[in-house]
């Protein structure tokens, strides 16, 4: 794994491209988590959340961060550390999803966030003061969540979120011929709801009051959709649109690979594709165009600071 991280850096700084190493996994954690329990095609023994429950494998996760920093910190397009993504004690194994729920009995045991990645932050600036770090909510990052994280007294973090609502009711639908279409009225949290341009500003409402009251940046580390959802090209217009009237950095999942085999077979959100869920060729579409609209607002590289090569 270090030996594939090392190459994938090395072919970033090659293509003028910043990296930030983000870690999914580790002690106590496997892939399986964001696959879920009823998810047994590979086996439930892979399925481990452990993390959530055992000190131990909390400190190991310290353990792997500092050694992480140690090995990284001096490659000059490595700009962010994000000490866990999607973290998410309460769903896996409490079946909570609102803070005010959760914090009252839970605050300060192993199963809180807020008292184990100041420990990472502690630990990772022993060895690198400069490299910013991403901290994220609980509840997979969830906006919601925001503004229940902890606010570190580290003057190099950066807040984040991942955003994919309505997500069950839009963004990754299944393809039908009855599908929910943007912009437009259809069910979220068991409610009618409006879901257009205005949708996203109340959304965001947190972030903007967390920004607020920390003097905080906050940045969207996950967005996206199924490529082919009704008026998936307006609603990626107006959430960026949102986000950058913030000032937010802005991250779309997912960006596939360059093996023909993988993208033939995992194409929901290969872009590159356009929104027909038939069409299986790369190349330029309008959904595609959306993006790299945004994205040109956004140009700032490596080689910009002398660091390519």
Same mark, same amino acid.
């Given at each position: 794994?270090q030996?594939n991280l090392d190459?994938y850096?090395?072919?970033a700084k090659?293509?003028n491209l910043?990296?930030?190493?983000s870690?999914r996994?580790g002690?106590?954690r496997?892939?399986f988590?964001?696959?879920g329990?009823g998810?047994?095609?590979?086996g439930l023994?892979?399925?481990?959340?452990e993390v959530?429950?055992?000190?131990?494998a909390?400190?190991?996760?310290i353990?792997m961060?500092?050694?992480?920093?140690?090995r990284?910190?001096?490659?000059?397009?490595?700009?962010c550390?994000?000490?866990?993504v999607?973290?998410n004690?309460?769903?896996?194994?409490l079946?909570?999803?609102n803070?005010?729920?959760?914090y009252?009995a839970?605050?300060?045991?192993?199963?809180d966030?807020n008292?184990?990645?100041p420990n990472i932050v502690?630990?990772i600036?022993?060895?690198?003061?400069?490299?910013?770090?991403?901290i994220s909510?609980?509840?997979?990052?969830s906006?919601r969540?925001l #503004?229940?994280?902890s606010?570190s007294?580290?003057?190099?973090?950066?807040?984040?979120v991942?955003?994919?609502?309505?997500?069950?009711?839009?963004?990754?639908?299944?393809?039908?011929?009855n599908m929910?279409?943007?912009?437009?009225?259809?069910?979220w #949290?068991?409610?009618?709801?409006?879901?257009?341009?205005?949708?996203f500003?109340t959304?965001l409402?947190?972030?903007d009051q967390?920004?607020s009251?920390n003097?905080?940046q906050?940045?969207?580390?996950?967005?996206?959709l199924?490529?082919f959802?009704p008026?998936?090209?307006q609603?990626?217009?107006d959430e960026m649109?949102?986000?950058?009237?913030?000032?937010?950095?802005?991250?779309i999942?997912?960006?596939?690979?360059s093996?023909?085999?993988?993208n033939?077979a995992?194409n929901?959100?290969?872009f590159?594709?356009g929104?027909?869920? #038939?069409n299986?060729?790369e190349g330029?579409?309008?959904?595609?165009d959306?993006?790299k609209k945004?994205w040109a607002?956004n140009?700032?590289?490596p080689?910009?600071?002398g660091n390519?090569s």
């Amino acid at each position: 794994m270090q030996d594939n991280l090392d190459n994938y850096i090395k072919m970033a700084k090659k293509a003028n491209l910043f990296v930030i190493i983000s870690f999914r996994t580790g002690p106590g954690r496997s892939e399986f988590t964001f696959f879920g329990v009823g998810n047994d095609t590979f086996g439930l023994e892979h399925l481990n959340d452990e993390v959530w429950k055992d000190k131990q494998a909390q400190e190991k996760w310290i353990d792997m961060w500092k050694y992480t920093a140690e090995r990284y910190k001096n490659e000059s397009n490595v700009v962010c550390y994000e000490l866990m993504v999607e973290p998410n004690s309460n769903g896996v194994w409490l079946d909570i999803y609102n803070p005010e729920d959760f914090y009252p009995a839970y605050e300060n045991t192993t199963y809180d966030w807020n008292q184990m990645y100041p420990n990472i932050v502690n630990e990772i600036r022993e060895v690198d003061n400069e490299t910013p770090i991403l901290i994220s909510p609980m509840s997979w990052s969830s906006v919601r969540w925001l #503004n229940s994280l902890s606010i570190s007294n580290d003057s190099r973090i950066v807040y984040s979120v991942h955003q994919y609502e309505p997500q069950s009711e839009y963004t990754h639908q299944e393809y039908s011929s009855n599908m929910s279409s943007y912009p437009g009225t259809f069910e979220w #949290n068991g409610e009618p709801t409006q879901f257009d341009k205005s949708w996203f500003e109340t959304y965001l409402l947190p972030v903007d009051q967390f920004k607020s009251d920390n003097s905080a940046q906050v940045a969207v580390t996950e967005y996206g959709l199924k490529r082919f959802v009704p008026g998936a090209e307006q609603f990626l217009d107006d959430e960026m649109a949102a986000f950058e009237k913030r000032g937010m950095n802005y991250f779309i999942w997912s960006w596939q690979p360059s093996s023909k085999g993988y993208n033939q077979a995992q194409n929901d959100f290969n872009f590159r594709m356009g929104t027909d869920p #038939n069409n299986l060729s790369e190349g330029n579409s309008q959904l595609y165009d959306t993006i790299k609209k945004y994205w040109a607002k956004n140009d700032v590289e490596p080689s910009d600071f002398g660091n390519a090569s």
